[in-house]
């Protein structure tokens, strides 16, 4: 299950939505909202998407998962607008036979979000604001990524 | 005769956003045009997206292309500045 939703994320019908019996562990990561950020106060955090590529590639990085692990049930949720201190601007969950799948499976999948998902930050602050740039999504190695895209 | 055009939708997000004053716009760009003259436009036309450029990527009808990606009438070129999900 991906989803982009423009209000709280509902942490509990996510966890229900990775249920399953085949399952002997849940890995939930959440990230939130902190109120600083390299020494500034930071008074609330606004979130926009580019959404219907950012569902498709959120659901791209869901397939790399069950390719490479044996997982039960994976769930992605981001949350845009804006986003008020200590909540979770994004939810990720994820179930499998063992806890190590489980483990690595929420960490590519919050990495490769954070690296290539088309949704952008601004952080607010007293006196300004400023868009957010995740160190990982300025490599240059997308080209490798971006190369195999191309459908033409 | 004129030369034959193709007619592309460009969206802008975030910091490209804030700088065009935009979501999106229309260009016309002659035939056979590639992902990378639409950043050249693009540049022209609002200097400030020079500094952003190095670390622009482009998307067309939402996946990432790279620069020498050849665009057609109608495409739908999206203009991705550094994302900062999560």
């Known amino acids: 299950m991906t989803r982009i939703v423009d209000d709280h994320i509902d942490v509990g019908q996510l966890l229900s939505s990775v249920v399953s019996p085949e399952a002997g562990g849940v890995d939930l990561f959440l990230g939130t909202t902190r109120n600083n950020s390299a020494g500034k106060k930071v008074v609330r955090l606004e979130y926009e998407a580019y959404t219907p590529m950012a569902l498709t590639l959120m659901e791209e990085i869901e397939s790399e998962i069950r390719q490479r692990w044996q997982i039960c049930e994976i769930a992605m949720i981001h949350r845009v607008g804006i986003v008020p201190i200590t909540e979770a601007s994004v939810a990720i969950a994820v179930s499998s036979p063992h806890r190590k799948e489980a483990f690595e499976a929420c960490r590519y999948a919050i990495d490769e979000l954070k ?23 300025k490599i240059k190695e997308a080209a490798e990524y971006e190369g195999k895209r191309n459908r033409r | 005769m004129t030369q034959a055009k193709i007619v592309i939708t460009v969206r802008f997000f975030a910091s490209v956003k804030d700088v065009a004053k935009a979501t999106e716009t229309r260009i016309e760009l002659p035939v056979a045009s590639i992902a990378d003259d639409v950043l050249a436009h693009l540049v022209i036309q609002y200097p400030a997206l020079k500094a952003l450029r190095p670390y622009i990527r482009i998307a067309v009808n939402e996946a990432y292309v790279d620069g020498a990606f050849v665009l057609h009438d109608g495409d739908d070129v999206a203009i991705i500045p550094p994302v900062s999900g999560g």
């Open chain 1, 115 to 137: 690296r290539r998902v088309p949704i952008w930050k601004k952080e607010v602050f007293e006196d300004g604001a400023v868009w957010v740039e995740n160190a990982e999504s």
